[in-house]
């Protein structure tokens, strides 16, 4: 449906520069417009990271502190640790306000530590260090999706490998079975439901739509 609307919005782009209505052939596609088509065709490779994402997620709740509540300030506490004793990387917070320019999370591999932007949430931290994570952990399993998939360029495959490691985040931050089933106990309430897992609406509403 959206490559016949695609075509469409150009046919009638041709005839409002006074070309002809006859050609059915479509200008190359963008690289994010080709990954959001492949995303919307590969449903089942989401899924597989989803149910990856949740096994990660009980591993990391398996080591918060008594009474095992699933704060976000656990979940950050525990990726801080997983990240330092499997992977051997630190990861800390640049001081002050957010500057504009700054980005979200680099990667330092000379001292081997991760560094998130200044003035970011807890929920924010998690998200990022999730798109670490699922870098560090599930790159062969991402690039092997991305291998069996026929990108038209480079600059395609490496946004959707980006693609990839943030819906692991999402999938980190909110999984799915449990998030699914507060949302039914809050009847799907946005601001509720950003209350009890400590993200934005946002977060959530992409969450949601990505389930």
């Known amino acids: 449906m959206h490559k016949r609307i695609r075509a469409a919005e150009e046919r009638l782009s041709v005839i409002a520069d006074g070309g002809p209505a006859t050609s059915d052939q479509a200008a190359p596609m963008q690289p994010y417009e080709e990954v959001r088509e492949f995303f919307y065709a590969r449903h089942d490779r989401l899924a597989v990271l989803d149910e990856r994402a949740e096994q990660i997620y009980a591993q990391l709740q398996s080591t918060f502190p008594p009474p095992q509540a699933p704060t976000v300030g656990n979940l950050l506490a525990a990726l801080h640790q997983r990240m330092l004793s499997q992977h051997g990387i630190g990861v800390r917070s640049e001081p002050g306000s957010p500057a504009v320019e700054q980005p979200l999370r680099t990667y330092d591999t000379a001292s081997r530590t991760i560094v998130l932007a200044a003035g970011m949430t807890p929920g924010q931290q998690v998200f990022q260090l999730g798109i670490q994570l699922a870098l560090f952990e599930l790159g062969p399993m991402i690039d092997t999706f991305l291998q069996a998939s026929d990108f038209s360029s480079d600059e395609a495959r490496s946004l ?40 934005s609406l946002e977060t959530v509403g992409h969450r949601l739509s990505t389930m």
């Open 160 to 199: 959707a490998r980006i693609g990839f490691a943030n819906h692991v985040a999402g999938a980190l931050v909110l999984p799915n079975r449990i998030f699914l089933d507060t949302a039914e106990e809050l009847r799907y309430d946005l601001e509720l439901l950003s209350e009890r897992f400590g993200v």
